[in-house]
C-alpha cells in the first residue's frame, strides 16, 4: 500500500527551483573555487567570504544561558514587540500609534509570517493576488493551504502596472467580496524594482474606492529588504502605507534574519495595523496560537540578539556602523550592474537596487544551461533569470554579463 500526502508538489522542476540549483552551483564551486554563484539570496563579501556582522558576533559572546536556552515568549515579548516596532517604522511610529492600532507577532524569519498571515485570512479555494514576477515561495504557500493564485503583470512601460493590479483586484472582488494581495517592496525579489510614493498612493485611492463599496482588504507588505534600501524612502514607503482606510488591514512581514545578516537563526514578525480596535485583537487572538502550535517559540538566541542591538547603544552603534558598509557593498555592485547591461546592451526588468536582478530572457533555462557549461549559476524563472547581485563580486557580475552578452550575441533571442 502506497501513503501519500494529501498535499504535495511537483518534483525534479528546475524554474524557480532556488535551493535546488544553489545546491548543484555549491557542489560545483567545492570542486572549482572559480565557479560563480549567483543564486544565494544573502550577503558576501568580494572575497567569496560570507559578510558576517563582527557587532553581532560579540553580541553573541556576551549573552548568557538564560539568553539562549529557555523557551521565548510566544509572542516575543514586550521588549521585542516595542523595538521591532520602532526598528520598522523608525522616525513615522509615533503618527502611526496615534492613528492606528498595532499588534506584532514574533516568528521565524518573513516567510514565517507570510505563512500564517496566508493561512488565517484566506480559506481554501479563496484567490491571493501576487505579481506574475515573485518570489516562488508565495505560491508554494498558496498551494500548501489550498488558496488560489491570479496575477497580473508587474510592468506597464518599466513602471508599476497599477491599471493591471486594479483589473485583476476586481475580478477577484466580484467573485469573492474581498481582497488579499502581497506587494513586496522595496527591492522586490527577484526584480530589485522599488515602487514610486506615487504607486502607493494609487494603490490607496484604489483601496478607498473599495471601501466605498465595502469590501475588506488585506494588503501584505512584504519589507524583507528594507535594510538594503534608502533608510529614510523605505520608511516614508511605510508611512503612506499604514495611512490606508478602515477597510484595509495592512500587514506588514519583516524579517530580522535578512536585516542582521543572520540568515540561519530565523527571526521576523508579522506586524498588524488598522483603524479598528476589534480588527487588532481579533489578530492578537489567532495569531498567539498561531505561533503556538505552528512552531512553539521563535529562536531564542536571535530574539536576545535583535533585543540587545536596538537597547544598547553602544552595541547598536557598531552594527549600524556595519550594516552602513553594507549597503555600501551592495550599492557598488548595483550601481556597476546597472552601468554594464546598459554597456552591453542585456535587457533586464526594472532595477532600482536590491539583492536580486532579473535577466529578460525568452528561454531562460536555455540560458541556464549555456551559463552552467561555463560555470556560472543563476537561477531560471518563467519571466526571466535571476541573478544574486548579493552573493556576487563585481569581477563575477561583470564575468557573468559578459557570458550572458555573448549568449545573446550567439542565439539573438
Not at 181 to 204: A, R, V
Not at 390 to 399: G, L, N, P
Amino acid at each position: 500500500m502506497l501513503i501519500k500526502a494529501v498535499r504535495t508538489f511537483e518534483k525534479d522542476q528546475t524554474k524557480g527551483d532556488i535551493t535546488k540549483i544553489s545546491n548543484i552551483a555549491k557542489e560545483r564551486k567545492m570542486s572549482n573555487p572559480r565557479v560563480v554563484d549567483g543564486t544565494i539570496g544573502a550577503l558576501y563579501n568580494d572575497d567569496g567570504h560570507f559578510f558576517a556582522f563582527k557587532s553581532i558576533d560579540n553580541v553573541i559572546d556576551k549573552l548568557q544561558d538564560i539568553d539562549k536556552y529557555p523557551y521565548a515568549p510566544i509572542n516575543g515579548g514586550a521588549i521585542y514587540q516595542t523595538q521591532v516596532l520602532q526598528w520598522v517604522f523608525g522616525p513615522f511610529l509615533a503618527r502611526v500609534v496615534a492613528e492606528k492600532h498595532l499588534a506584532v507577532c514574533a516568528t521565524p524569519g518573513g516567510t514565517g509570517a507570510l505563512s500564517i498571515a496566508l493561512y488565517h485570512y484566506l480559506d481554501i479555494n479563496e484567490t491571493l493576488l501576487i505579481p506574475d514576477l515573485n518570489w516562488p515561495v508565495y505560491e508554494h504557500l498558496a498551494k500548501e493551504f489550498g488558496i488560489n493564485v491570479s496575477t497580473y503583470h508587474l510592468f506597464r512601460d518599466d513602471c508599476f502596472n497599477i491599471e493591471g493590479f486594479i483589473e485583476a483586484a476586481d475580478a477577484i472582488v466580484k467573485k469573492e467580496g474581498k481582497l488579499v494581495t502581497i506587494i513586496n517592496n522595496p527591492n522586490h525579489n527577484p526584480t530589485g524594482f522599488s515602487m514610486t510614493y506615487e504607486d502607493l498612493y494609487q494603490l490607496g485611492d484604489y483601496f478607498k474606492r473599495l471601501e466605498e463599496e465595502n469590501i475588506p482588504v488585506v494588503f501584505i507588505y512584504d519589507v524583507a529588504y528594507i535594510d538594503y534600501w534608502d533608510y529614510q524612502n523605505g520608511r516614508k514607503g511605510l508611512n503612506i502605507v499604514c495611512d490606508y482606510g478602515k477597510n484595509v488591514l495592512t500587514l506588514v512581514t519583516f524579517s530580522a534574519s535578512k536585516s542582521f545578516g543572520i540568515y540561519g537563526m530565523r527571526l521576523g514578525a508579522l506586524i498588524a495595523i488598522n483603524q479598528e480596535e476589534k480588527v487588532i485583537e481579533d489578530f492578537r487572538t489567532w495569531s498567539t496560537v498561531a505561533c503556538r502550535t505552528r512552531w512553539g517559540t521563535p529562536n531564542r538566541i536571535a530574539l536576545s540578539i535583535f533585543n540587545q542591538i536596538v537597547t544598547n547603544k553602544e552595541d547598536r552603534d557598531e552594527f549600524m556602523s556595519e550594516l552602513k558598509k553594507a549597503q555600501e557593498l551592495l550599492f557598488n555592485r548595483s550601481d556597476f550592474f546597472i552601468r554594464k547591461v546598459k554597456e552591453y546592451n542585456i535587457p533586464i526588468y526594472p532595477y532600482q537596487g536590491g539583492f536580486f536582478a532579473i535577466i529578460k530572457v525568452q528561454d531562460s533555462l536555455h540560458l541556464y544551461e549555456y551559463l552552467k557549461d561555463l560555470d556560472i549559476f543563476g537561477v531560471p524563472f518563467d519571466s526571466g533569470f535571476r541573478l544574486a547581485l548579493s552573493s556576487m563580486s563585481i569581477k563575477d557580475i561583470d564575468k557573468t554579463l559578459i557570458a550572458i552578452r555573448q549568449y545573446f550575441e550567439i542565439y539573438r533571442m
